[in-house]
């Protein structure tokens, strides 16, 4: 749902080349290779082992859970899996890397060669997932001071050392920064939908490297790239890539040339800063892990995996836009909010047409439901039906709606209760108009010489008299026949 901008500044010369690595932290209730908890929000390091914490001696244990959910996520992602895996040790040196090198798969992932569909605008587009592998997350460094250079002394917590990651990496065939942000909402997306992960990125459950170039327009040259680390929000990833296309254009445009290199993103400057060089690039002496056997996977677990795969966003918003006809921007709604779509489907089992449904759904229901929870499908089909049947008017639906929300009744019940029902009687009506045009002469006397639009008055004086029940239609037909 949103916007997508597309070039920046005056870099008309240049196409932008994107690909992006997601980490993204699976919901298992214990961490990757021991059993420690995954909770988040614990008291620092209240949850680590001997194994998280790489004490000598201890030997890591593979989680099926997060085999499970890895071997999910490929599959959703349109992956083959890879039936024979392995694991590595990625060697450096930092605080929170109690090991010294980091658990994970480098030559041989678990899942290659997928693609994620989604749309840009109203394109359906297509980004290659080149390969996703399994590894462990480090802990996390708490500095005194507000960044690590300001700071006296850090603190590390290994709560999250252990917990199991997957990394998606993506081929370069992004073309923008508003596209790069398209796609990794929509991965969110279908990451939720599947159930293996949280997803939360303001918790880091999901952080994106983005790698980004320039090259001269219709050349088949790739121009140097540039890593940009740890994203963790949709708008640090899009503005962080704006800031890097008109940084390396400038430098372009200038005769220059690009360093390859590592870089941040500082959100309150609004700037990338460089970070290393390729120079300095850590070599990580990446080497078999001796402790983990391979993992050797079963074409029936698999598929078993396989037929656990709910109803994906992409398919849910093709069903329904055919099925049900709604808009692009209706479907886009229901897509986003897995719980409002299901009051949906449930309701659009009664007899009631998909349109009435949306409209109710998208209205001031939602603004209520958010605040104080869905109601109960039943309950919403029985108000929207004697809104259908003309029991009430629609002017009554929305106190029908709040008493639904702040009583356990049927809309029946409440309309019958509160004497809610429409007034359509004709001659009840009449003597309603009579009074109304009576204690007005002076207006019915303007209204005879040509003021037409004073009927709206007259018929905001019969509505005010009959608390808003008065059918309108029938106010319009009595009030046109008084006047005429
Ligand atoms: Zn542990």
Partial sequence: MSKVSKGVLGMA??????????????????????????????????????????????????????????????????????????????????????????????????????FLDYYVDDQLVRTEITRIHMEEEAGKLIHSGSSIVSSDYSLVDYNRAGIALIEIVTAPDIHHPGQARLFVEQLRLLLSYIGVSDTKMEEGSLRVDANISLKPKDSDLLGTKVEIKNLNSFRALEKALEYEVSRQGEILDQGGTIRQESRTWDDRAGRTMSMRSKGDAPDYRLFPEPDLPPLCLEPAWVESIRASIPELPLERLGRLEEQFGLSRYEATFFVHYPDFCQIFFDLAEYDLSPKAIVNFLMGDYARLARERGHLDARRIAGLLTIVKEGLIGANQEGVVLDALFSSEKSAREIVKEQGLEALRDSTELQGVVDGVLTANPDLVARFRSGESKLLGYFVGQVMRATRGKADPEVVNKLLEEALS
């Fill in 13 to 114: 010369n240049y196409d932008t080349v994107i690909g992006l690595e997601i980490h993204v932290a699976l919901l298992t209730d214990s961490k990757f290779l021991c059993s420690c908890s995954t909770a988040f929000g614990a008291p620092p390091n209240s949850q680590c082992c001997p194994v998280c914490l790489g004490l000598p001696g201890s030997l890591p244990t593979i989680n099926e859970k997060a085999v499970e959910c890895a071997t999910k996520a490929g599959l959703a992602l349109n992956c083959q899996i890879n039936l024979f895996s392995k694991f590595d040790r990625k060697n450096y040196f930092y605080p929170d890397l109690p090991k010294a090198y980091q658990i994970t798969q480098d030559a041989y992932p678990l899942c290659s060669r997928g």
